[in-house]
């Protein structure tokens, strides 16, 4: 099974302090993908990569930056974390072409808090 | 990508099927119908996706009716695990930079014991 693993279920942050949530995938995926999620707005797309040192924002860039310095690795940084980002994140990979295979894996989620 | 309607929610008795409706009329020729679900506090979970046939595998059936505007996720037998928000998504095969998923609102499927 393909799995796409974040590194902590639950976060605790304080304002301004600078958070990387990690998101690692073990089925060689080109694509990878960042979102959050919060009450009533659903699935918002934060971040994507396509490749290795690729990257391209979504829909909510602002506040965040990412990095993918390897294929199966996927980091999203909050530079200086403010009460705003207090939200579920959400990781998840796919193979490059979707038409013709099962889709985008989820990870299970980071709940982050920031106090 | 195309965009979707689905019914804000629904419920059904546990062991009965679970019809899932979605509207899609701008459909294109070259757009899958996919769907996914987000049970409580856990990740999005890929389901079925289809282009014009009607699909089935160990999960569920996706009808598709022969105009491709709508579609149906068909549960056989929901069972209270089955309580989650389904989102019905279409979409072409992008690759590249083209390749994110766009979420909707989804349906709020409860099922009832």
């Known amino acids: 099974d393909v799995k796409v693993t974040q590194s902590s279920r639950y976060l605790v942050k304080r304002t301004g302090e600078k958070v990387f949530l990690e998101c690692v995938q073990d089925?060689?995926?080109?694509?990878m993908f960042w979102y959050r999620q919060d009450p009533g707005l659903g699935l918002r797309l934060i971040y994507f990569s396509y490749d290795v040192k690729m990257k391209e924002k979504g829909d909510i860039p602002e506040g965040y930056s990412v990095s993918r310095e390897k294929k199966e690795r996927f980091s999203l940084i909050l530079e200086s974390a403010s009460t705003n980002q207090t939200s579920m994140y959400l990781c998840a990979s796919s193979p490059p072409r979707q038409g013709t295979n099962y889709g985008y894996t989820f990870g299970s989620g980071t709940r982050l808090t920031v106090v | 990508d195309a965009k979707t309607t689905q019914p804000t929610s629904m419920d059904c008795a546990e062991g009965r099927a679970a019809n899932l409706p979605c509207n899609h009329s701008?459909?294109?020729?070259?757009?899958?119908v996919y769907w996914y679900r987000q049970i409580h506090s856990q990740g999005p979970q890929y389901i079925i996706h289809?282009?014009?046939n009607n699909e089935t595998n160990e999960m569920a059936s996706l009808i598709i009716t022969e105009d491709r505007k709508s579609s149906t996720l068909i549960l056989p037998h929901a069972t209270l695990r089955d309580t989650a928000v389904y989102y019905c998504?279409?979409?072409?095969?992008?690759?590249?930079?083209?390749?994110?998923?766009?979420f909707g609102k989804g349906i709020t499927l409860s099922v009832r014991p």
């Open positions: 998504i279409v979409r072409v095969a992008h690759t590249g930079a083209n390749s994110k998923l766009t």
């Open positions: 701008t459909i294109s020729g070259n757009e899958y």
């Open positions: 289809g282009l014009k």
């Open positions: 089925m060689d995926h080109e694509n």
